[in-house]
């Protein structure tokens, strides 16, 4: 079964851009099936936010055969050297709602008990350019949501101009994810998430559009002076 990860890390503006620009390829990096590399930002922050534009906040997210490929790759290959200053996290596939190209994503859906066991989720989107000003006017809600949920112990967004944009965030429990995505949570404007699902329905944002939802397996280092940010792990 293959391994995801989650990476975080802070470098310099060169690194970043080179990342983004030209990010590492499986041809190159043995046992790698995918990776993805984005500006990270704040959920939520303002359309103006120059985090949305770009920063040396670098987040990456990858498929890899095995955790014995991630090791050679955080050892071995220079950007890997990058990554392993950050933050990271190992994650076991659990379920896949809609449909991105690149990654493989396994077509068995896997049951996650008990209910109350932390979850990560990553969303993954490619837009249409000409949709962004209704995906902004949706999107910034359900962000909010998320990022104020007392449900979540961590979450952020990142972008990959022109069209590529994500959001990671790690619950509590899936319990606490899936009200969530239901709009039954306690909290205010609980349906935004509903509602922004329904007008996705109605008129899509994105050419291609994915949530998964993963079992995490471990973590490794800190992220702005935090470190075990998935609890209970």
């Known amino acids: 079964m293959s391994i995801f990860t989650y990476h975080l890390v802070k470098t310099t503006y060169l690194w970043a851009l080179k990342a983004i620009l ?12 995918h990776m993805e590399c984005m500006t990270a930002m704040t959920l939520g922050s303002a359309i103006t936010s120059t985090s949305r534009l770009f920063s040396k906040q670098v987040a990456v997210f990858a498929q890899w055969n095995d955790e014995a490929s991630v090791d050679q790759f955080l050892i071995e290959n220079k950007f890997g050297k990058v990554l392993s200053t950050g933050w990271h996290t190992r994650l076991i596939f659990l379920r896949q709602w809609g449909k991105i190209t690149e990654f493989q994503i396994p077509e068995l859906t896997i049951e996650y008990e008990p209910l109350d066991s932390p979850v990560v989720a990553v969303t993954l989107a490619r837009m249409k350019l000409f949709e962004i000003p209704r995906f902004i006017r949706w999107g910034r809600p359900v962000e909010k949501l998320v990022r104020d949920h007392p449900g979540t112990s961590f979450s952020l967004a990142s972008i990959r101009h022109p069209r590529t944009v994500s959001t990671f965030s790690i619950w509590r429990s899936q319990k606490e994810m899936t009200d969530m995505v239901l709009g039954h949570s306690n909290v205010h404007s609980p349906k935004r998430h509903v509602n922004a699902m329904k007008e996705r329905n109605r008129k899509d944002f994105h050419f291609e559009f994915t949530t998964l939802r993963f079992k995490p397996l471990s973590e490794f280092g800190e992220w702005n002076g935090r470190n075990n940010l998935i609890p209970l792990l």
């Open 22 to 33: 030209f990010p590492p390829k499986p041809f190159h990096n043995s046992g790698l099936i």
